[in-house]
């Protein structure tokens, strides 16, 4: 019968005994401690929001003039540098109005300097009519002379034959030679006339030659101003990068059309391809207005990205937006990279954590994800701070080296490895040691 009752107790014993911690233990509830984002950590120690990697320098390539792709050099992942070609349209038009100007520049050139010439012949009759006409009048004085003296040798002739001194045929000589004198002083006062009228003529064919060279002087400026019109048209049928970068974005195909002002309906093309300055990335975040005075331009940021949370980078605040978002109550908020690397690129997601400014950025380092516990887990035993880790129904205290505190979370510098189950809100009573019974469901 002994035997028969041992045995029925011993059968029920594991009931008994957790029936009897139920009433005698008390009863806590356990989170497991585990390693987090390290983004979660660094809210700990300053303000955090969400964002995305931007480039402040992106340009959509297009051509200045509609027209059909012919020759398209880049793809996705193409690097250029700043004048290189990106893309070419159809141009043979183009071409034939730039040859067909270079053309009538030549000719109006070619104008011009028949013009200059003439000019230069019309300067040198002019020299010429004027040597002439100095010539005519060198031939009136000496005329003049002449008639002056045969004037004089008809006088003396005439007294002396009154005097009856010379005979009646010297007389007849002198008014012959007076005679003679009028006549060549008459001629050489026409022929000075006609001097002086081809002068005037010369003159006036400078002139004409003068106005000549300027029409066809300004001839040449309308023909220069027309190639270089059509060599500028030209230009426009080249697509090229107006600044270093990479092409993220290939936006049309050789054969397609594209067009600067595309409009709805239309099915031309706006862009030829999307070109990003990588040296130009920073950070675009959102920041909720409640937290706006927490953050000042300047001040250091550590941006986690989602793809390599390990590896925070440090930046700074370099701009904050002068207006708000109305529909999500949120600011603009800009961050610039200290360094930049090849992990990042346009529109990956990050995680900002903004730190005051006389904080200081925090250093860049891999590493191990940081540990978070709970505030309300932490106990004060013997004046040391830490928590009490369950281990197999038994409440363990464990002394903590404890970090940042903020949002009802608590950095753990040492202490623990991650994995540990640590008691919330442990009860006044509870002691290093004591066993304990863990609600259910934690």
């Not at 004027?130 to 045969?150: F, I, Q």
């Not at 990003?276 to 005075?293: C, H, I, K, N």
């Not at 932490?378 to 880790?389: A, I, N, S, W």
């Amino acid at each position: 019968m002994i035997a028969v009752l041992v045995g029925v107790a011993w059968l029920f014993r594991a009931p008994v005994m957790r029936a009897l911690d139920k009433v005698r233990l008390p009863e806590v509830r356990a989170v497991r401690v585990e390693r987090s984002h390290p983004a979660a950590a660094g809210a700990v120690a300053g303000l955090a929001a969400n964002g995305y990697v931007v480039a402040s320098r992106r340009a959509a390539l297009s051509a200045d003039t509609p027209g059909r792709i012919v020759e398209l050099l880049v793809t996705e992942g193409t690097r250029v540098k700043e004048g290189d070609l990106v893309a070419r349209l159809f141009d043979e038009e183009f071409a034939a109005a730039l040859k067909r100007a270079e053309a009538d520049l030549t000719q109006a050139q070619a104008s011009l300097a028949r013009a200059a010439a003439a000019r230069g012949a019309a300067r040198a009759e002019e020299a010429r009519a004027k040597e002439s006409a100095a010539a005519a009048a060198a031939v009136v004085s000496s005329a003049k002379a002449d008639l002056l003296l045969a004037e004089r040798e008809q006088a003396r002739a005439l007294e002396l034959s009154t005097r009856g001194i010379n005979t009646q045929r010297e007389l007849d000589q002198a008014e012959a030679a007076l005679a003679r004198g009028q006549a060549g002083v008459q001629q050489a006062s026409a022929l000075e006339r006609a001097a002086l009228g081809a002068v005037e003529s010369a003159r006036a064919q400078f002139d004409v030659a003068l106005a000549d060279l300027e029409v066809a002087r300004a001839r040449v400026e309308v023909a220069r101003a027309v190639r270089e019109q059509a060599a500028a048209t030209l230009r426009k049928t080249e697509v090229r990068a107006p600044f270093s970068g990479v092409v993220v974005l290939k936006d049309a195909e050789v054969g397609e059309v594209v067009s600067p002002n595309v409009v709805g309906g239309s099915t031309a093309r706006g862009s030829v391809a999307t070109l990003v300055d990588f040296t130009s990335l920073e950070v675009q975040a959102d920041l909720p207005e409640t937290s706006l005075r927490g953050v000042e331009v300047g001040a250091p940021a550590q941006v986690f990205l989602d793809a390599y949370p390990g590896r925070p980078y440090t930046g700074k605040v370099s701009r904050i937006w002068p207006t708000a978002n109305r529909q999500k109550a949120t600011v603009e908020v800009r961050i610039s990279f200290e360094r930049l690397d090849e992990r990042l690129r346009p529109e990956m997601g990050v995680r900002v954590v903004f730190a005051e400014a006389k904080q200081g950025a925090p250093a860049e380092a891999e590493g191990p994800a940081p540990l978070l516990v709970p505030s309300d887990a932490l106990v004060k035993v013997d004046g040391r701070e830490g928590v009490f880790v369950l281990e197999r129904g038994v409440a363990i205290f464990v002394a903590l080296g404890l970090g940042e505190r903020r949002g009802g979370q608590v950095i753990v510098r040492e202490g623990l490895s991650g994995g540990e189950r640590v008691v919330l809100s442990p009860p006044n009573e509870l002691g290093d040691g004591d066993r304990v019974r863990e609600e259910e469901g934690s």
